[in-house]
């Protein structure tokens, strides 16, 4: 039977017969709950595959207009570039920018006026400087990691940050 985190939260008020959180603060059982799930998850891990995906696009600019990407020719923008905060390098000069909005599969709104007409492009996932990284940041935080696999069968070499 699996419980929803406010009814544990009441069942362990009730148990400390503290149910108006006179002795337990409600953060100080939030972490003390934390600290135990984890516990338990220690005796029966459960390994979880989270995919991520490697952004490889890349193009010519044709239009030259400040702030925006345009490549009619490839079409290859999608409408959650900007969710992801997609970003743009600009190969010619070496200057990079981040996806604000996306206006069609052919034209991009930039957070800097870097692309000129015929310069080349390359878009990375976020916060990345290359189409071989990943950004984790916003994964949630699960116990360790066992593996780091691409393509998927393929253990590569990793380490964790501590």
Not at 96 to 114: G, M, P
């Amino acid at each position: 039977m699996a419980l929803s985190y406010a009814t544990m939260l009441d069942r362990i008020e009730r148990h400390l017969q503290d149910t108006g959180n006179a002795i337990y603060g409600l953060t100080e059982l939030g972490d003390l709950i934390e600290d135990a799930l984890k516990r338990i998850a220690e005796y029966d891990p459960v390994e979880l595959d989270v995919i991520f995906k490697i952004e490889t696009r890349e193009g010519t600019e044709e239009a030259g207009t400040a702030n925006t990407l345009t490549d009619t020719a490839k079409g290859q923008f999608l409408a959650t570039d900007d969710d992801n905060e997609k970003v743009v390098h600009n190969t010619t000069d070496d200057t990079w920018a981040v996806v604000l909005t996306c206006t069609s599969t052919s034209i991009l709104t930039l957070s800097a006026d870097i692309m000129d007409a015929d310069e080349e492009y390359e878009i990375y996932n976020k916060r990345c400087k290359n189409k071989r990284q990943i950004y984790i940041g916003d994964m949630p935080s699960y116990i360790r990691v066992v593996s780091v696999e691409y393509p998927v069968g393929t253990e590569r070499n990793f380490s964790m940050a501590s």
